[in-house]
């Protein structure tokens, strides 16, 4: 039996039921506190950085070239996974897959669950997951598993997610890589 | 940007699964191609729907393969559907598709047109309706009529097998007279609605009756419907697609019950009014078909 996450036998999994809403502008949410950005920031490089099989999983907002900001910010990931020692699994998508996903190497907002038990992942990065698959499968990983999530979005954010920090556009991920090498010093992983 | 949403960034090639790597650069869009799209292509290139969730045999899947062979520019169009065998294929598309309530698509379909013509005024957008009999002759019949009274440049495609299949087998307006299935005992009391001759007398330009047994035939009754809906007005074609589980049919016996029909309810009929006629005939000396 795999692990399961804050929202387990809970008929409502959904962070808003506990009272836990999106942060305000400029502000970030780990867990259900509202903190500044850069505190958020340094929480999620150290989470990353000390937990088991820590993995992205970008979205098809950043896999597929179809605009500057895109390019921009797939560069900026992959450097990202680099500085945080993380693998990356894509969302390529968001069909449902038939008849099973390979849950080794892709992971799927219907059942992302399957990814997270396979790979015994335990903190994860989701990027350029449209909005309403992003809720989706962050309900599902908050309940069905006991992986650290956290939503990196670039509009209002993500209450499902364990850490949430908003508006991050591609300047906000280089302020984001900058601190976690700061983090990674000064953990000395 | 159409097509841009399917080119992977370098950064993440080598982690995207080999199919999407193929989509990208095995596909047939039509921004690469220097000849129209076709089911020619289908052996050796990617196809839009790879895997699909129907009964092993079904002709509905078959028919869905050659329409989406024949869209004459994939990467521009919009599919709605509605509830129905269809919709179990539909989310296995890697085109955008939109999935309506039931009998409201071409409704949907309307709005979906007329806000892309709108947005992108110097790019064709092709709107696809696909749906089944119910959908589209029985519960939605409202809904299809009236977009074609409004003259809508949209494509309506019916996969008729002439039941509802997948709640249990209850009869339709296409089902044909006398027909028994599992839910409706006694048998159709009238006549098979003739939803190709309806499409006619509501004004489409382009109204086809056909069976899928012949692939080619519907990929070039698909692109002729696309091309005149862009141009003209609303276009109909009526698919047989027969359920083979609920005529009690094997897997293998789809193709043969198709061929049968050809002679029979699903007789070949087209109607193509003086306008679309002319524009066809400018099309194919243009190479468009």
Known sequence: MANQGPAYYSPYPAATYEGVITPPEGKALLLEDVVDEETAMREIAKQMLTKENATIFPGPQVLYAWSDEAKRKATLIKEMAEVLNANMIPMYDYRPKYPKIDAEIEINPNHPNLTIWENKIKAAIFIGVHCHYANVALKIVRAETDCYTIAMCALSGHEDAMATIRDQHASDLEKFIKIAKEVKSELGV | ?289
């Open chain 2, 1 to 289: 940007m159409a097509l841009d949403i399917y080119k992977i960034n370098p950064e993440f090639r080598d982690i995207m699964p080999q199919e999407i790597i193929d989509l990208e650069e095995k596909a047939t869009w039509s921004a690469k191609m220097d000849t129209p799209r076709g089911i020619k292509e289908l052996p050796d290139t990617k196809e839009l729907l790879e895997e699909h969730s129907l009964c092993a045999g079904c002709p509905e899947a078959a028919a869905l393969r050659y329409v989406l062979s024949a869209l004459p520019k994939p990467e521009d169009t919009i599919i709605v559907n509605s509830t129905g065998c269809t919709s179990l294929m539909f989310p296995h598309i890697a085109l955008h598709t939109v999935h309506s309530l039931f009998g409201n698509q071409n409704a949907v379909a309307s709005g979906i047109k007329r806000v892309l013509d709108w947005r992108f005024p110097d790019i064709e957008k092709d709107v696809v309706v696909l749906a089944g009999d119910g959908a589209t002759v029985d519960i939605g019949l409202d809904y299809t009529l009236q977009s074609f009274f409004r003259q809508e440049n949209i494509t309506t495609i019916c996969f008729d097998n002439e039941v509802y299949a997948n709640t249990g087998g209850q009869e339709s307006g296409a089902t044909a007279k006398g027909q028994v299935f599992k839910m409706a005992p006694l048998g159709k009391k009238f006549e098979k609605v003739p939803m190709w001759e309806l499409a006619t007398t509501s004004g489409c330009h382009y109204s086809v009756n056909m069976t899928a047994s012949a692939p080619k035939a519907v990929a070039k009754a698909v692109r002729e419907a696309i091309l005149v809906a862009r141009e003209i007005g609303p276009t109909f074609l009526n698919i047989y697609t027969p359920c083979i589980l609920e005529i009690g049919l094997s897997a293998n016996e789809g193709l043969g019950e198709m061929k049968d029909q050809d002679k029979g309810r699903f007789a070949s009929y087209k109607h193509v009014s003086p306008e679309a006629e002319e524009f066809l005939k400018k099309c194919k000396e243009e190479g468009r078909i």
